[in-house]
């Protein structure tokens, strides 16, 4: 949820002065501030998918593959990629964005079903925040761009919570679905772990997908 800050003119030679809400009328002046940004980033390649129908986890969340603990334009330490979903993040009204960009291939006009996921303590998939279902694919793809666009907001919290989820899937050069708004009870007083999983329809070695690059962020 945003807050209102307020930005006072620095004295010369010091930092500016910002009034948090405890210090100033929430809708005091100032430009709204949120915690937010990306909380899990891939940068590596995980292992192309192909020659099966189970569903399997895109992700590679390795220490080869995903960022690590780093400095970024100083010396202060950002904190390293995790999937974990801890008690709070869920927070009514936060709004949150995965994306996965790589590469498909095909034979034919394979399904496939891309759906971001919350996992529970065990690793069971408890609940489907975007689901494309078991799409067709576009004809004849080879080494093509792929990207799986989801968002979702939390819309009411507790035990009985639920969540707003939707997505679009683009392969090649066109839209090849799209998640319309969908809400999914959730309960949102657990910890969890995202991941994002794929199933193609028909097995085949020409049927492959490859994640080149993901990030799951808050946005607001």
Do not use: H
């Amino acid at each position: 949820m945003a807050v209102l800050v307020r930005y006072l003119k620095a004295l010369a030679g010091l930092p500016p002065t910002v009034l948090l809400p405890s210090q100033t009328p929430v809708n005091g002046e100032g430009p709204a501030l949120f915690a937010n940004g990306a909380f899990y980033v891939q940068y590596g390649a995980s292992s192309a998918l192909a020659a099966s129908t189970t569903e399997t986890s895109i992700l590679s969340n390795t220490s080869s593959t995903t960022v690590g603990f780093y400095t970024q334009g100083s010396a202060a330490a950002y904190p390293a990629s995790t999937l974990g979903i801890q008690q709070g993040l869920l927070s009514l009204g936060t709004n949150f964005m995965a994306t996965v960009t790589g590469i498909i291939s095909n034979t034919s006009t394979p399904t496939l079903r891309l759906r971001w996921v919350l996992r529970n303590s065990a690793g069971t998939v408890v609940y489907s925040l975007v689901d494309t279902g078991a799409v067709t694919t576009t004809s004849t793809l080879s080494s093509s761009f792929l990207q799986f666009q989801a968002q979702w907001c939390v819309t009411a919290t507790g035990t009985s919570g639920s969540v707003l989820g939707w997505g679009t899937v683009l392969q090649k050069a066109a839209v090849n679905n799209t998640v319309a708004p969908t809400s999914v009870a959730v309960d949102t007083t657990q910890v969890y772990t995202l991941d994002c999983l794929a199933t193609w329809g028909t097995s085949s070695a020409s049927n492959t997908l490859t994640a080149q690059n993901v990030f799951a962020e808050v946005t607001g």
